[in-house]
């Protein structure tokens, strides 16, 4: 059976530090993936997907990046933390671009101070 | 893709059977009808969706209207884990599998 792990569970940082999160899928290959993210009394937003490795689309700018340097794992990222950075971020994957089910992961979260 | 409306909360019983609304009067040919559903500081969990015909799982009787203008959520029995907020969701075909998740239901269960 696939299964999504996603790490750390929780962090607090300090504004303008760095950030990275990460997403591990396991029992499928070569899965879609995507960071989805979502601020505190908010609804989620896609922030990027990937479809192979090395390559990664972007759908809202937040100052983040997306990495994708193995199939089955997916690294969310950035140098300088922002306060509006806070909130729950959350790995997913599907089999395919087209009609196919996102399975989320358990998520991160983040508080920025 | 097209926008949903629902409820924004509704409350059942333990041992009732819920029917979640949802409405999409603008929706287009070629967008399934998703359902997820999500607690706090947890994933969405997928529950069903369909395209024109009703589905069933184990989790939920999914009910498409036939104009497919509307659906609903069926949840037999319902028990306390089943307390979490309903999302409804259009998705077309292709593209990069982008989910637009709104407000959603929030279902309270009383024991």
């Known amino acids: 059976a696939q299964t999504i792990h996603q790490w750390p569970v929780a962090e607090i940082k300090a504004v303008g530090s760095p950030l990275s999160l990460g997403c591990t899928i396991k029992g499928k290959s070569s899965p879609n993936l995507y960071w989805y993210w979502q601020a505190t009394g908010g609804t989620l937003q896609q922030l990027f997907y990937s479809i192979t490795v090395g390559q990664v689309e972007s759908v809202v700018q937040l100052n983040l990046s997306a990495s994708r340097p193995k199939d089955d794992q997916f690294i969310l990222s950035t140098e300088k933390l922002l306060l509006s950075h806070s909130g729950f971020y959350l790995c997913a994957w599907s089999l395919g671009t087209v009609g196919n089910t996102l399975y989320f992961g358990e998520g991160s979260r983040l508080i920025v101070v | 893709d097209a926008k949903t409306t629902q409820p924004d909360s509704m409350e059942s019983t333990e041992g009732e059977t819920v029917h979640l609304p949802c409405s999409h009067a603008t929706i287009s040919g070629n967008e399934y009808i998703y359902w997820y559903r999500q607690v706090p500081l947890q994933g969405p969990e997928y529950v069903t969706h369909?395209?024109?015909q009703n589905t069933t799982n184990s989790m939920a009787f999914l009910a498409i209207a036939s104009d497919r203008k509307s659906s609903t959520l069926i949840l037999p029995h319902v028990s306390l884990r089943d307390a979490a907020v309903y999302h409804c969701i259009l998705r077309r075909t292709g593209g990069n599998n982008k989910l637009t998740f709104g407000q959603g239901t929030v279902l309270s269960v009383i024991p």
């Open positions: 369909g395209l024109q």
